[in-house]
């Protein structure tokens, strides 16, 4: 079999039902939730970042959130160069659908601190998108890494440009400002 369903295998074996019914109420706009918590999700992102990772994300079907969820952990494990990193970031954030899947890339995108000026023009260009969750991305790494005196007063600015009237982007920027 492909790795892809080897690992989706495992992602089914570690599904819990009623942490599944959780995460169901807790993640709107989110299809497919298995129900794996999240030590297990990174234990099996670090197997992935050190396995066939580019085969995986190339066959990868994201059926399930779970799915979607292991590439964005893989993708902050990697120990590519940052130019590789933000190639794969690149893909990976139009499949951001929900605020989950969102914070949990961003918490995950350590590489940001060694490379906070490059990482910095990669996140500005997703502030003017119209797509709401990569608005939100750019907010919330935002938030994670840049609140600082070098940043704040550009990051105020750039909340402030955001028009979007989207809930989730409303939620993001609001927490950034605060």
Same mark, same amino acid.
Request: proline share 3%; glycine share 4%.
């Given at each position: 079999?492909?790795?892809?369903?080897?690992?989706?295998?495992?992602?089914?074996?570690?599904? %819990?039902?009623?942490?599944?019914?959780?995460?169901?109420?807790?993640?709107?706009?989110? =299809? =497919?939730? @298995?129900?794996?918590?999240?030590?297990?999700?990174?234990?099996?992102?670090?197997?992935?970042?050190? /396995? =066939?990772? &580019? *085969?995986?994300?190339?066959?990868?079907? /994201?059926?399930?959130? *779970?799915? +979607?969820?292991?590439?964005?952990?893989?993708?902050?494990?990697?120990? %590519?160069?940052?130019? +590789?990193?933000?190639?794969?970031? &690149?893909?990976?954030?139009?499949?951001?659908? =929900?605020?989950?899947?969102? /914070?949990?890339?961003?918490?995950? @995108?350590?590489? +940001?601190?060694?490379?906070?000026?490059?990482?910095?023009?990669?996140?500005?260009?997703?502030?003017?998108?119209?797509?709401?969750?990569?608005? &939100?991305?750019?907010?919330?790494?935002?938030?994670?890494?840049?609140?600082?005196? %070098?940043?704040? +007063?550009? #990051?105020?600015? @750039?909340?402030?440009?955001?028009? #979007? /009237?989207?809930?989730?982007?409303?939620?993001?920027?609001?927490?950034?400002?605060?």
């Amino acid at each position: 079999g492909s790795i892809y369903l080897e690992y989706q295998k495992r992602l089914i074996e570690l599904a %819990e039902t009623q942490y599944q019914a959780f995460l169901q109420k807790l993640i709107p706009n989110s =299809n =497919n939730i @298995l129900g794996v918590r999240s030590p297990a999700i990174k234990k099996l992102a670090k197997e992935l970042s050190k /396995d =066939n990772w &580019r *085969e995986y994300f190339e066959l990868s079907k /994201d059926v399930y959130y *779970e799915e +979607t969820l292991l590439q964005g952990a893989v993708i902050g494990l990697l120990k %590519e160069d940052i130019e +590789t990193v933000l190639d794969e970031a &690149r893909r990976y954030i139009p499949k951001i659908s =929900n605020w989950a899947l969102c /914070d949990s890339f961003c918490s995950g @995108l350590k590489i +940001t601190k060694p490379h906070k000026e490059r990482v910095w023009e990669f996140v500005v260009d997703y502030v003017n998108s119209n797509e709401p969750y990569e608005i &939100r991305f750019a907010v919330v790494m935002m938030l994670f890494y840049y609140i600082d005196d %070098e940043y704040t +007063t550009e #990051i105020l600015g @750039l909340i402030e440009q955001i028009s #979007i /009237d989207d809930y989730y982007v409303k939620m993001a920027a609001a927490w950034a400002v605060s």
